[in-house]
């Protein structure tokens, strides 16, 4: 099909269109001597694992002249990306043969914002697509698609200041993403793309959060907001900073209002259980687990006491996960949200208890459990009883506790729980020791928080005794004995709370349901209605009242309920912006699908997605999310795994480039770096690139080496002013240039700091393997359109080297591990470079190899081999096992089984022979003389294994 597109089309490369037509030469020709074609040399970079590649001093200056004009890749890249997008290159059919194995490589879809793409973008997207070029090339069938995550606050913030519609901001913006997305050459299928703000696409949000409602997992309910009373509206949590609005700095506090709520605790269970069996980082995985935060304890109930000391009827029920401490409980503290406080504070304490609820209400749940925050609390008048011995027991308010967690009450035991410690000994409250371990009580001063031995912990009165126990055997006992009792019973719970999915917004998915006027039913709009469209408003500024920007759109908002034809209101809150991203891998399967979210056939052969590229960000929330809908399209037979991604990876940060900085002392005298600590009062003074130098792990002054500097490295921010733009590097040095660079400044995982003279290296490279295929150029700068490649047959040598290449490159795309793959390929240049002659049968494969990583310069070489269809299909070299051996191989020698040292053979050795050489070494043959074999066992190119009879005197061989 490709080759019919090649030849239907108009053929953009012939004839080349920058440099002269002349007769062809196919032989090998010398480079003239300013372009020496020498060793490129290879040196094991002191920074890094891998072999980086890097020029020796005396080189580095032609090297740079000669990278004036590397090669011709603003022609080139132009070109290749017209060709791609006019013959639709990378489009994956609607329907494929499915007897083919399938990839599905996706990145995490970008936020459209103003300020364009920044480097850190092409880090992954280069990851992916060299993924997705790769397995292309292996006969999958790869869906590697891109969209955008389009609603969102900076366009209606944008909208609120000048008045452009966020429609029309985020249409912009989109098209300079894609513009910039394009000229990196990434194989996206256009074909596919998707924006989250198209009606289209969030018909289907909107049909998910039905299904949702049907199956009550969304609710409405009364939740606390951050209100900014003087700007009038609710803020995000991203737009309150440190208790005030991020805009104007005015006073926010958190006040309850109706919101909708997701029901994600019915599924916590399976979203911890289903962790286990994913291919994802231990790290994302963990934070996972802490955020759905699995806990196994206990309910137990405190009975109220009234000034008399007469029970009240009341309870205070608490959650513990550590019931073996009961008995050191020395007050309760109630979260300054709980429902009964009211009811238990006693009459002089309730001005306090008031006021201290006051006050909380307006931290967030993060800063009140911060655990470096000193605790506060105020005393509530009253007591309970500790139901296992009958003691009267302090009630406290605090916000340490919080109300949305466990019960909203616990039972504190200072002596074995750090904050209650804390707290504890701030207001003077008893410290009881129940648990002791080896590990612990050399000091009172410290709570023990570990698990031991239970002490102190019996009661005559309720006849429980748990002394001598260990915590876990006494937690058992307790919690058999409060639920004999009825003071209490087993519990477990989770951190993870229900998801607040209303946004006081207008640049989000309307939610699709109406509220009848004569009583407020709530009614979800029938499926046929969808989608449920944003109407136009053309002033977004915030109401003043808390009435979400929607409720402007009056005729909109009055309607009628679609079924009964009753008078009714919509819904004006809006989804928040996670919801559209949470599923978009779904409609990329199957992005114009009109009557479903996603073919069932579709999605059964895509799904799941194989790999899944993106920042570390993301750990938790958007990868919770989308886990969780897809669970729950799971359950209602929409989609057929049970979890979304198979393997996700987060590429590294970027950070500016390293900045020099030198010390000084008051005097203005430079002062090495490891004397700063000695120093006292100093200033530091940025010292340029050029006046400095490596010395050992270090950096010093060129001037003076003595002078130790300071190496720092930003997060790149505008403030800063350390921001690279891709496009200034794409005008510079070439789409490829910028691939390379980003995969072989270090291992994919790991942050990096941004280097320009590093991005020369990789452009020198690719300007060396350009002119090592194409020559050296003419005098008047351009290049012959044909190679110096030769139709001969490779020596062994050759074929060594590529294959060898081969494997190689293989081997670490397999792995991402996109850095060493390069360097296998400048190894490769560095010996080709050697050759007098250049056999096609060799170069071409080398030209398949690079296509991943440097797409444009690679389609331009196999079109001057000859080709005249894309390499986008071809089949990826395989490297043949024949030429990857070595002539002689480290034979590894065991004696009765354990390794005790190596000998040099040949692979095709004999084991007579390996056997022969090792009786001749000399740090063996000390274990082999006068010993009698019993048995040899010998793995030809693996090893060797000599077992001896126990009581032998002599050698004995077979
Ligand atoms: C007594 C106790 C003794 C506790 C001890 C701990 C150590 P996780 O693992 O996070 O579930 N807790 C319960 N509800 C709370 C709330 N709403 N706000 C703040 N803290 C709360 O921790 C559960 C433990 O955290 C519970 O066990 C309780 O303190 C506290 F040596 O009870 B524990």
Known sequence: MLQLQWLLLPQPLAPPPFHHRRSLRFSHHKHPSTFPRNHFPVRPCNNCTNNIISISDEEEEQESKESVKAYPFHQIENRWQKFWDENRTFRTPDEVDTSKPKYYVLDMFPYPSGAGLHVGHPLGYTATDILARFKRMQGFNVLHPMGWDAFGLPAEQYAIETGTHPKITTLKNIDRFRVQLKSLGFSFDWDREISTTEPDYYKWTQWIFLQLLKRGLAYQAEVPVNWCPALGTVLANEEVVDGVSERGGHPVIRKPMKQWMLKITA?????????????????????????????????????????????????????????????????????????????????????????????????????????????????????????????????????????????????????????????????????????????????????????????????????????????????????????????????????????????????????????????????????????????????????????????????????????????????????????????????????????????????????????????????VLHLLYSRFWHKVLYDIGVVSTKEPFKCVINQGIILGEVQYMACKDQEGNFVSAEFVDSLGEHTQERIPEEKVTKSGNSFVLKDDPSIRLITRAYKMSKSRGNVVNPDDVVAEYGADSLRLYEMFMSPLRDSKTWNTSGIEGVYRFLGRSWRLIVGSPLPDGTYENQTVTVDENPSLEQLKALHRCIEKVTDEIEATRFNTGISAMMEFVNAAYKWDKLPKSIIEPFVLLLSPYAPHMAEELWFRLGHLTSLAYEPFPKANPAYLQDATITLPVQINGKTRGTVQVEVSCTEDDAFKLASLDQKLSKYLDGKTVKKRVYVPGKILNVILERESTKVASR
């Open 267 to 619: 599924y916590a269970d399976r979203l911890q259980e289903d962790l286990e069996d994913l291919d994802w980082p231990e790290s994302i995985k963990e934070m996972q687990r802490n955020w759905i935060g699995k806990s196994q304890g206990a309910e137990v109930d405190f009975r109220v006491l009234s000034r008399d000391n007469q029970e009240t009827g009341e309870k205070i029920t608490v959650y513990t996960t550590r019931p073996d401490t009961i008995f050191g409980v020395t007050y309760l503290v109630l979260a300054p949200e709980h429902p009964l406080l009211s009811s238990v504070v006693s009459e002089a304490q309730q001005n306090i208890v008031e006021e201290y609820k006051e006050v909380a209400s307006r931290k967030s749940d993060l800063e009140r459990t911060e655990l470096q925050k000193e605790k506060s609390g105020v005393f509530s008048g009253c007591y309970a009883t500790n139901p296992v011995n009958g003691e009267a027991i302090p009630i406290w308010v605090a916000d340490y506790v919080l109300g949305s967690y466990g019960t909203g009450a616990i039972m504190a035991v200072p002596a074995h729980d750090s904050r209650d410690h804390e707290f504890a000994k701030k207001y003077d409250i008893p410290i009881h020791w129940v648990v002791t371990s080896d590990e612990c009580c050399d000091d009172f001063e410290k709570p023990f928080s570990g698990e031991g031995d239970v002490i102190n912990s019996s009661s005559e009165k309720t006849g429980l005794d748990i002394n001598g126990l260990h915590s876990k055997e006494a937690a058992k006992k307790v919690i058999e004995w409060v639920e004999k009792t009825g003071n209490g019973n087993r519990k477990v719970n989770f951190k993870l709370r229900d998801w607040l999915f209303a946004r006081q917004r207008y640049w989000g998915e309307p939610i699709p349901v109406v509220f009848l006027d004569e009583n407020g039913e709530t009614v979800p709009i029938p499926e046929t209605e969808l989608p449920l469209t944003l109407p136009e408003l053309d002033d977004f500024t915030p109401t003043g009242t808390g009435d979400p920007p929607l409720s402007k759109a009056v005729s909109w908002v009055k309607t009628v309920d679609p079924s009964s034809g009753k008078p009714a209101r919509r819904e004006t809150n809006t989804m928040p912006q996670w919801a559209g991203s949470c599923w978009y891998y779904l409609r990329f399967m199957d992005p114009k699908n009109s009557t479903d979210l996603v073919d069932k056939k579709k999605e059964m052969y895509w799904g799941p997605v194989d790999i899944y590229v993106g920042g570390a960000e993301h750990a």
